[in-house]
């Protein structure tokens, strides 16, 4: 298979990350070949670090014949533009998480690439890392019997500080916990558990504004409102028959990660999904708990394979695993969490997607196919 091209957009704190791990770890299927971004500064910086021969415009990027892929790492409100307007440039899409800000722009995306015969994919990938993917085998292979529910709890801190340079985003739509962190957890339940059929919601905030507090922030004593919800809770009802429960705050301190699947014969602690790796606890029938080791690789920061995997798919036929199917369901399934707190009921999901499907066993550090 040949090297794609890739144009990164968006040259903030994530970008490091994936131009280390598609530079380094999936170099054999990826070529960074351009990088751009509103300030200009920050591209240059970014491609000093990583090699990277070309920095341009959007407009530049996006009408270079030789690019492939474009890799939106931009703000959650830019996301959808960037991916319709590389979209209509014929350009493959990965995007960063959340996939949109609206259902319909989510629609737009899906339907303007099943025309053009194009790929789109979407963060997070940390489900196609090590933790995850064992626990995929964990349960298919019917360690814990039949899934019945499972529990998925992030509580962290709040952006009160003001320490990260782009801290106001956290405070909208898109940066609060149930689009920024929450899809870590939702995408975990879903590969494991499959497409939900039916939420019912609950979305609170105790402030409508906060106060710089850490001197150090240039931000410090500023005032600043908090425009999207920051405790979210939600009973999710699968298809499968399998009942999740999901919290997602940012109020107070601390990092709290948690995620559980019960099952008949047992129940799986299954490593923080914001991450590749951790410890996997199963807990036995007859009362013994064991730590189960990896059966598959990618344990480290591996952000980027779901890019890398979707440049396999593309040359090859097959569904990428990080897909735009995946990523709209959890859109409808984070929307749905919104109108059943403000309609106070149920709410019925008309999207699905077809099962992700695992890493193959005997898979090698450097090859997503086996």
């Not at 809770?233 to 919290?247: E, I, K, N, P």
């Not at 990896?294 to 779901?306: V, Y």
């Not at 990428?320 to 859109?331: E, F, Q, T």
């Amino acid at each position: 298979m040949r090297r794609m091209k890739v144009g990164v957009v968006g040259a903030g704190v994530i970008s490091d990350i994936y131009l280390k791990t598609c530079t380094e770890t999936f170099h054999y299927i990826l070529e960074i070949a351009a990088i751009a971004d509103s300030v200009e500064e920050l591209a240059r910086k970014r491609a000093s670090e990583y090699g990277i021969p070309k920095v341009c415009t959007l407009d530049e990027l996006l009408a270079d014949p030789e690019i492939d892929i474009v890799l939106n790492l931009t703000s959650p409100a830019a996301h959808a533009p960037i991916n319709l307007r590389a979209l209509h440039a014929g350009k493959h899409v990965y995007t960063e998480k959340p996939f949109a800000l609206s259902e319909k722009d989510a629609d737009e995306v899906l339907a303007l690439a099943k025309s053009k015969g194009l790929y789109v994919g979407c963060a997070p990938d940390t489900m196609l890392g090590a933790g995850v993917q064992t626990c995929i085998k964990l349960i298919q292979d019917g360690w814990i019997g039949r899934p019945y529910a499972a529990n998925a709890v992030i509580v962290m801190g709040n952006s009160s500080g003001g320490m990260h340079p782009n801290f106001r985003n956290f405070l909208k739509l898109g940066g609060d916990p149930l689009f920024d962190m929450g899809p870590y957890y939702l995408t975990a339940m879903l590969t494991m558990l499959g497409p939900v059929r039916r939420v019912s919601g609950s979305a609170q905030q105790l402030n409508r504004e906060i106060t710089v507090s850490n001197p150090k922030s240039p931000a410090y004593g500023q005032t600043v409102p908090i425009e999207a919800p920051t405790n979210v809770s939600a009973v999710l009802d699968f298809h499968s028959g399998a009942v999740g429960t999901f919290q997602a705050a940012k109020e107070s301190f601390g990092y709290l990660p948690r995620m559980e699947i019960f099952g008949t014969e047992g129940n799986l602690t299954v490593p923080d999904p914001n991450f590749f790796s951790g410890p996997i606890k199963l807990q036995l029938a007859n009362g013994e708990t064991k730590e189960m080791p990896f059966s598959h690789p990618f344990a480290e920061n591996s952000r980027g394979i779901g890019v890398a995997d979707m440049a396999y798919a593309i040359q090859s036929g097959r569904p990428n695993r990080a897909n735009g199917d995946i990523a709209r369901h959890l859109l409808k399934v984070s929307f749905a969490i919104f109108e059943s707190s403000a309609s106070e009921r149920h709410v019925h999901l008309k999207t699905t997607f077809e099962p992700i499907e695992p890493l193959p066993l005997g898979l090698k550090f450097n090859a997503l196919d086996a």
